[in-house]
């Protein structure tokens, strides 16, 4: 089994920048890659972006490429989300996840274990 916690939201202004947490522990069979996503009010769960394991390789959604940034310590089991130039839009419950495989990381169903998410609110 696998836990994760995010932390590190909270309400910025727009144009302001957060890094998100995410600890890991538990056993970990397989090395795979992590991701973030957010879910807004009314809105449907969307993909963030997502890191091998290695780090080497790292996807973006478009709406948020240029501006957020994912990292890992595996040493540690981090996993980090650096959030620049924030819009209103980008206002959301953000999750981080592990992913049962290395392909399609852009979709919810191919994560196998999810934190509990944390808040961040941007003002405009």
């Known amino acids: 089994q696998v836990q994760l916690v995010e932390s590190g939201g909270g309400l910025v202004q727009a144009g302001g920048s957060l890094r998100l947490s995410c600890a890991r522990s538990g056993r970990i069979f397989n090395r795979k890659a992590m991701g973030w996503f957010r879910q807004a009010p009314g809105k449907q769960r969307e993909f963030v972006g997502a890191?091998?394991?290695?780090?080497?390789?790292?996807y973006y959604a478009d709406s948020v490429k240029g501006r957020f940034t994912i990292s890992r310590d595996n040493a540690k089991n981090m996993v980090y989300l650096q959030m620049n130039s924030l819009k209103p839009e980008d206002t959301a419950v953000y999750y981080c996840?592990?992913?049962?495989?290395?392909?399609?990381?852009?979709?919810?169903?191919?994560?196998?274990?999810w934190g509990q998410g944390t808040q961040v609110t941007v003002s405009s």
């Open positions: 996840a592990a992913a049962r495989m290395d392909s399609g990381l852009e979709y919810s169903y191919n994560y196998a274990y």
């Open positions: 890191i091998s394991w290695s780090g080497s390789s790292t």
